[in-house]
């Protein structure tokens, strides 16, 4: 079964400094995708990064970038020059393919609160 | 481009009743999924319908069932609803396979037990 594991407690960053959220997984698929997203306090998640297992580059997305490990399992989102819209709730989660061609659901972490301090 | 939306926003149920929670996908999106997300957690996979039918489930009792109609929206009923079924719960959609822009997801339907 797969696990996401987000332990940092709430987060607390000065607006316009860089801010690293951490994620941990586990999975015994050598085929697998990590996403994050943030949800603000509307409750939509919306999605900010994606990361293939087999990508041979870090994913970026404007102000996102992903710290991708391996090795170490590990898929840490770094948040760029950090803006007051920033603060919500983040999630690091798992694609797991149910089979070939068809949609897969996503695992995710417990998440982690952002506050961005002006 | 409308994207995920689901109705109502805002629900509050006694215990015991019955709920029904509806969704519609993004428009060209044929596949839905549900999640259920308890207060400070993330979100646990519920069920997943493409092609009107249930493809996927995760850890759920039988009270909760979904139905997907033609035009791929979606609906979530609970059963016999219990106190620890208040939640957000959120309705996310997608094309075909998982692209890597990932699912979209609706705002929620908070729901209530009381």
């Known amino acids: 079964a797969q696990k996401i594991t987000q332990t940092q407690p709430g987060m607390f960053v000065q607006e316009k400094e860089a801010v690293t959220l951490d994620c941990t997984y586990d999975?015994?698929?050598?085929?697998?995708?990590l996403f994050w997203y943030k949800q603000p306090s509307s409750g939509e998640m919306i999605f900010l990064i994606y990361?293939?297992?087999?990508?041979?580059q870090n994913a970026t997305e404007g102000r996102y970038s992903l710290n991708f490990q391996k090795a170490r399992k590990s898929a840490n989102l770094v948040i760029s020059a950090s803006q007051l819209g920033d603060s919500a709730m983040y999630f690091c989660?798992?694609?797991?393919?149910?089979?070939?061609?068809?949609?897969?659901?996503?695992?995710f972490g417990k998440g982690i609160t952002l506050s961005v301090r002006p | 481009d409308a994207g995920v939306t689901q109705s109502p926003t805002h629900l509050i149920k006694t215990r015991g009743q019955q709920v029904t929670l509806r969704c519609s996908p993004k428009?060209?999106?044929?596949?839905v999924s549900w999640y259920q997300q308890a207060l400070g957690q993330g979100p646990q996979f519920i069920f997943q319908?493409?092609?009107?039918?249930?493809?996927q489930r995760g850890n759920f009792p039988d009270r909760f069932s979904g139905h997907q109609f033609p035009n791929y929206s979606s609906e979530l009923n609970v059963n016999a609803l219990l106190l620890g079924d208040s939640a957000l719960y959120l309705c996310?959609?997608?094309?075909?396979?998982?692209?890597?822009?990932?699912?979209?997801f609706g705002q929620g339907t908070r729901l209530t037990v009381v």
């Open positions: 996310a959609s997608s094309l075909g396979y998982l692209l890597r822009r990932g699912a979209f």
């Open positions: 999975t015994s698929d050598p085929s697998y995708g």
């Open positions: 990361q293939g297992s087999y990508d041979q």
């Open positions: 989660a798992m694609r797991e393919v149910f089979y070939t061609g068809a949609n897969s659901k996503l695992t």
């Open positions: 428009s060209g999106h044929d596949t």
């Open positions: 319908y493409y092609e009107e039918e249930e493809r």
